[in-house]
């Protein structure tokens, strides 16, 4: 399909061959696997995946003018058509023009019908949360789960969108309709947006969806921050594995399961996996006017899959436990199932201490989120942590060397390929963190209103510590299966060799008598040679020792001067 193609009306579950994995295919069957996928079009296809294609929506050099088959009317959107304006100024905006006018990834667009973009375009989940201004009040919870019920709050005459007191909206998933109502109320900057709705790591030369780091100075200015982080989750089969990835193909943002391929562990089932769920939170914090002079944010989470487990399954809790003597049990559990949730109540939990330090520092808001993403990276150390254990435990048992498929030097070191590649690239996210919200400018060593911060600042630079610690390990293992290949290699050489040297022998042994015989053969005479057989000892015999003794001459040399000596 091309650049203007109308989108296919045909959609249904993926085939049971999709493999979410098929993107890493060699080259060379990539071409056959799409072919199997022609007639297969799903509303919930996975982008960037062999079912999906890539640059059928054009690519980053295609004219920003050209016409998108995708593109709708902009009217009573003032916010969407903002957006489109300033895009030939912002480039990178013209990608989440497009991402709203889809609702979701563009190469998702000619696999949705007119009524998947519609329904994907209304999803709707906020809770807005607002502060109270004194010490006996309670936060309060406002649930959103309709585009007509935000309409109708924002339209409503006694809304106030500059309260008298502190609130946050939060926001799981986005879509455009979700953008559109935030976007005009509060006229946000677009790159907020812009920055939550893909996760890609890498990019290649052609992509449209391209987001090229900005200059720190000018990301430093900005009043929004994004957090990377990845979330480990356990699958005990592969069609469990399966069903996450399609649970991630029904969110608007683009989120992946990233598989460590690693499950040959003695202790592991076969068919469990721990992947890692690639995830992002955004806060937006508004700048407050002359008369303004209460904290307004907006937090967006991701959604939460419901297949598989969290890593090692058992939560967190951030508050301590209660004593013997209290005799008190919490009435409301922690929720563990769902981020967005989690986020609310500990949010909603916030000390009176963390209340006060909103007006004067609005970055509190991100203590309860920066406090779910330093347990996940914390999850994140100790499983790479086990994982490079197992493969040094596995490297000084010799049993487990070899070149087996599960088991041995090569797939050791095609274990380590992923930590090597990934552990850097946590690094940046965590150090982002420090050198964003969590940065020396944002915070102050004397001012007791920073303490929380101050603290979470801490958490992180042990977390940045132990990924530099993981970070050096897997570069040493590296070097040292390495080696050990190379030695393994050496001896499987030198063996060869000890047999090459029996065959030589042989050949040394037997080459002269074959000579001898083959020489002496040339008569035909049989009867004749009676007489005359011992001249065929007599001539091969010395020749024989001749040959062993020119090849074994070093040896015999060597015997010689120890004679001597």
Do not use: C
């Not at 907020?192 to 030369?205: A, C, E, K, P, V």
């Not at 407050?288 to 967190?316: A, C, M, R």
């Amino acid at each position: 399909m091309v650049l203007g193609e109308k989108p296919h009306k045909r959609v249904g579950p993926s085939p049971s061959w999709a493999s979410p994995a098929g993107h890493l295919l060699p080259v060379s069957q990539q071409k056959r696997i799409r072919n199997r996928f022609q007639g297969h079009n799903s509303n919930n296809v996975l982008p960037h995946s062999n079912e999906a294609g890539t640059y059928h929506i054009g690519d980053v050099y295609t004219p920003l003018e050209q016409k998108r088959p995708w593109e709708i009317n902009t009217d009573f959107m003032p916010y969407l058509k903002h957006i489109k304006n300033i895009s030939r100024g912002w480039p990178s905006l013209s990608y989440l023009a497009s991402w709203m006018e889809v609702t979701t990834s563009p190469v998702k667009w000619r696999h949705l019908t007119e009524e998947d973009r519609e329904t994907r375009a209304k999803h709707t989940r906020v809770v807005m949360i607002d502060f109270p201004q004194d010490i006996d009040g309670e936060p309060t919870r406002t649930s959103i789960n309709s585009i007509h019920e935000l309409r109708r709050l924002f339209e409503q005459y006694d809304f106030n969108h500059s309260p008298d007191h502190s609130r946050l909206f939060v926001i799981e998933d986005l879509s455009r309709d979700v953008i559109e109502a935030f976007g005009s109320a509060y006229d946000i900057d677009p790159h907020f947006w812009r920055g939550h709705i893909s996760d890609y790591l890498w990019y290649n030369t052609r992509d449209p969806w391209v987001e090229l780091e900005e200059l720190p100075h000018i990301t430093r200015s900005r009043n929004f921050y994004h957090f990377r982080y990845v979330h480990p989750r356990y699958f005990k089969s592969k069609e469990s594995q399966l069903r996450a990835t399609q649970e991630a193909r029904r969110m608007n943002v683009l989120r992946r399961l990233d598989d460590d391929r690693i499950s040959a562990s003695l202790l592991d089932d076969e068919q469990a996996s721990v992947n890692m769920w690639r995830s992002k939170a955004s806060l937006w914090l508004r700048r407050n006017g002359k008369h303004q002079k209460h904290t307004l944010g907006i937090l967006i989470v991701d959604p939460s899959i419901k297949e598989g487990y969290p890593l090692w399954g058992k939560g967190f809790n951030f508050e301590p436990p209660p004593s013997l003597a209290s005799k008190s049990v919490p009435a409301v559990p922690v929720p563990k199932d769902s981020l967005f949730e989690a986020v609310i109540h500990w949010t909603m939990k916030m000390s009176m201490q963390q209340l006060n330090e909103l007006e004067g520092h609005p970055n509190t808001f991100a203590v309860a989120i920066l406090s779910i993403i330093a347990i996940e990276w914390l999850t994140v150390k100790e499983y790479v942590t086990t994982r490079l254990t197992q493969i040094e435990w596995e490297l000084e048992v010799p049993d487990f060397r070899g070149h087996g498929e599960k088991y041995g030097l090569d797939a050791s070191l095609k274990w380590l390929h992923p930590f090597r590649r990934n552990v850097p690239r946590y690094r940046k996210w965590v150090t982002n963190i420090l050198n964003g919200i969590l940065g020396d400018k944002n915070l102050s060593p004397t001012d007791s209103k920073d303490q929380s911060l101050r603290d979470l600042r801490e958490d992180f630079l042990i977390i940045l510590k132990d990924l530099e610690t993981l970070q050096a390990q897997v570069q040493d293992l590296v070097r040292v299966v390495t080696a050990i290949i190379s030695i393994e290699e050496a001896k499987r050489s030198a063996e060869q060799n000890k047999s090459l040297a029996r065959l030589t022998y042989l050949a040394v042994v037997f080459v002269p008598l074959s000579f001898v015989s083959s020489f002496f053969s040339m008569n035909s005479d049989i009867a004749s040679l009676r007489t005359t057989f011992w001249i065929f000892f007599a001539v091969a015999v010395p020749l024989t020792l001749l040959s062993l003794s020119v090849t074994r001459w070093w040896a015999i040399t060597r015997w010689l001067r120890r004679g001597r000596d």
